[in-house]
């Protein structure tokens, strides 16, 4: 391996690499750009555009790209090469400001949820300078946003930057409440833990389900899975430590703090960890990192799968998203502070979060909704589908004392009160992690533990940003109009604490009692599936906060509706068909071929001994015929559900008829069949199983 501090971000044009190459009044109009939000000319705009070219070229690169994140869940990106005609007839590389700025990629065949019509094909590309362009193979990419040419949103990274901005802005006013006046901007900060499986890629293009869903369709359990926990921070097997070796690597060359990798639960399940950064610019790496882990992986004869649930029976892939803010000047406004004051502002900020998640925990759901993550949320190694916070026994206690004006039962016992100095020091990480807990305080961050491993973090954040930001703003409309500051605070902290104490809960979330206790007696939602959770984005309330924090458009709210509900059907329908076509062609055949050769074995002995019982055969035979017409009814079954699913034309009514008719149909199908492959020899069965798949690499 390269020496670390050399290689890292050798293929990225960062503030190093722009402060040797631009000239200095350049470099720093850019720089105002890029921590101010301030305007870029035309003039600075070619500088940048020309030290960047120069630099790629230098590089390797032929071609440059605005690599932008449609509404697909993965990135896309269009190459045009630097060659442009010289008057003598010769190649140079050029790279103008304008190209730089903005692109034009067709539109046209992205979702848009009715946004805009087919042959309206027009789409933008608006390069976001505070996400640093990188190389990749041979190509410059820019980090960009996409927008319609009526301006609307196509992107993740439009309403993300927006929310970024709405918190901000509400933060400034709350600091300047707090005498905070050197602070000029706040941001969030995010740092993903991404699980993913390994399995050997001869096997996987064997599995049909694998390769057209990312998912096992059908499998039955091994002899062996998780049960044993020795998998888990086990050591790691050396074909899988050289791929960590290789990912490790080519993430550092693009500048990605890949720090912490180990065995995850399950068995062929792993973890990557990084460090945080801006919200948005850890949105954009951790696309990244989600591709080159594939391809790294295809290198060594591996496959990387990033589905919430591949395999059944054992653990699924989360994303946990540990998101914090803090301010220019280095503060987190989530850490517990030194003095009566700043822990004052530490529950302010604190209180905003509860108030947000508990008024938009249906947000919060439904930003991490998914065909995949249904499979994953509610079992044993995801939070459930009911949102709810864990602060720990200390803080809670605290909370617990303001709210009943009563003295603290913590150092001296004394009774709280904000901005006085009887107020004590909140010290970090005094209680143990709750790792069943959707949103959990970790000491100066929270952990929300419900987004799924393919999953963009944009969504999640730009909700969570969101709703903070209201609550922030409704804090500051209240405070500023105070004619006693502290004592309005302390009212205020304490009246949050009253109205959303509900959400907070420090047990078991995979407590049955807990799901009972959260709906039937806090009134808190469990949205279970995806098209229940989707349904909560076009609630008034939901559509209200987000217009007017300038997240989203009406428009775009609606059209993302249809977008995910459109691909939470298609990805189902992809399943369902996958299913059919395994069952008729690969299964049953198997099926059939084993139960025939055994009935001949019948027959083969009763012709030496005709007194021979053979009751195991005439057992088998006779279980295997009952699965083989289990299994044809039910592809049969499946089938028919799906050829009702496409005769409905509204997206609400196909997602329904998945959700009760086609999911259920397919858990028929399944059993049938991965009963049936327990008692077909292994020889006969069509494609590897569980067992290899799991234990293979």
């Not at 609550?471 to 959303?500: G, P, R, W, Y």
């Not at 050769?597 to 195991?616: E, F, L, N, P, R």
């Not at 149909?665 to 049938?672: G, N, V």
Request: hydrophobic fraction near 40%.
């Amino acid at each position: 391996m390269s020496c670390i501090p050399e290689v890292f971000a050798s293929k990225v044009f960062d503030d190093k690499m722009m402060r040797s190459r631009l000239p200095k009044d350049a470099y720093q109009s850019l720089h105002r750009t890029i921590e101010e939000g301030s305007p870029l000319n035309q003039e600075l705009a070619n500088a940048v555009a020309s030290a960047m070219c120069a630099w790629a070229v230098e590089n390797g690169a032929t071609h440059f790209t605005h690599w932008f994140q449609p509404l697909t869940g993965i990135t896309a990106e269009k190459h045009d090469s630097f060659v442009n005609p010289a008057p003598d007839g010769r190649a140079i590389m050029e790279f103008s400001g304008k190209e730089l700025i903005q692109g034009e990629p067709d539109a046209s065949s992205f979702p848009s949820g009715g946004l805009r019509a087919t042959f309206e094909a027009r789409g933008y590309t608006a390069w976001d300078p505070t996400s640093y362009a990188f190389i990749k193979e041979k190509t410059l990419c820019i980090p960009t946003a996409f927008c319609s040419y009526g301006g609307e949103a196509l992107d993740k990274k439009t309403p993300l930057l927006r929310s970024m901005e709405a918190i901000n802005r509400q933060s400034l006013r709350i600091l300047k409440l707090f005498g905070n006046e050197s602070v000029k901007r706040v941001t969030t900060n995010v740092g993903p833990e991404q699980e993913y499986f390994l399995v050997d890629r001869e096997m996987y293009l064997k599995r049909k389900d694998l390769r057209y869903s990312g998912r096992t369709l059908f499998g039955a359990k091994p002899p062996k899975g998780q049960e044993l926990d020795d998998h888990y921070f086990g050591s790691i097997k050396p074909r899988v430590q050289a791929f960590m070796e290789e990912l490790n690597e080519e993430l550092w060359k693009l500048g990605i703090y890949a720090k912490t990798e180990h065995n995850e639960v399950a068995p062929a399940q792993h973890e990557l960890a990084v460090i945080y950064t801006t919200t948005n610019v850890a949105t954009d790496k951790n696309q990244l990192t989600m591709e080159v882990m594939k391809k790294v992986a295809r290198r060594h004869g591996l496959v990387c799968l990033l589905h919430e649930k591949p395999f059944a029976g054992v653990n699924g892939s989360g994303k946990h998203n540990n998101w914090s803010i803090s301010t220019d000047t280095g503060i987190n406004l989530l850490s517990p502070g030194e003095t009566p004051h700043e822990n004052a502002q530490f529950l302010l900020f604190l209180m905003a979060v509860i108030q947000a998640v508990d008024d938009y925990q249906d947000l919060l759901r439904l930003s991490v909704a998914s065909a995949g993550n249904d499979h994953r949320l509610g079992a044993n190694e995801a939070p459930p589908a009911v949102i709810s916070i864990f602060l720990g026994d200390e803080l809670t206690a605290v909370l617990d004392a303001i709210e009943k004006d009563a003295p603290y039962a913590g150092a001296e016992k004394k009774q709280l009160k904000l901005g006085v100095d009887v107020l004590p020091k909140f010290p970090r990480d005094s209680t143990d992690r709750n790792r069943t807990s959707p949103f959990a305080f970790t000491g100066n961050k929270f952990e929300f533990r419900m987004v799924g491993s393919s999953d963009s973090i944009a969504c999640p954040n730009m909700m969570l940003n969101a709703a903070v930001a209201d609550a922030l703003m409704q804090f500051a409309d209240v405070l500023e109009k105070a004619d006693d500051f502290n004592s309005c605070l302390h009212d205020l902290i304490k009246n949050t604490i009253i109205a959303h104490k509900r959400i907070i809960f420090n047990g078991n979330g995979y407590d049955d009692a807990w799901i009972k206790e959260a709906t039937e007696k806090r009134g808190l939602l469990n949205l279970r599936t995806t098209p229940d959770a989707l349904q909560k984005l076009l609630d008034e309330k939901n559509i209200k906060m987000l217009l007017g924090q300038g997240v989203f458009a009406e428009c775009e709210l609606r059209s993302r509706y249809e977008i995910q509900l459109e691909n939470y059907v298609r990805t189902v329908r992809i399943e369902a068909l996958t299913m059919t076509d395994m069952a008729r062609r690969e299964i049953q055949p198997a099926v059939m071929a084993f139960s025939a050769d055994a009935a001949k074995g019948i027959t083969a002995k009763k012709a030496i001994d005709q007194s021979v019982a053979c009751k195991y055969e005439m057992k088998l035979v006779k279980r295997l015929g009952v699965l083989s017409d289990c299994i044809d009814t039910a592809t049969d079954e499946l089938e028919e559900a799906v050829t009702v699913l496409d005769s409905l034309e509204n997206v609400t009514f196909q997602a329904l008829h998945i959700r009760d008719i086609i999911i259920p149909k397919m858990a028929e199908l399944r059993a049938a069949c991965d009963e049936a492959e327990t008692l077909t020899a292994s020889s006969y069965w069509p494609f590897p199983t569980y067992g290899d798949l799991l234990f293979g690499v």
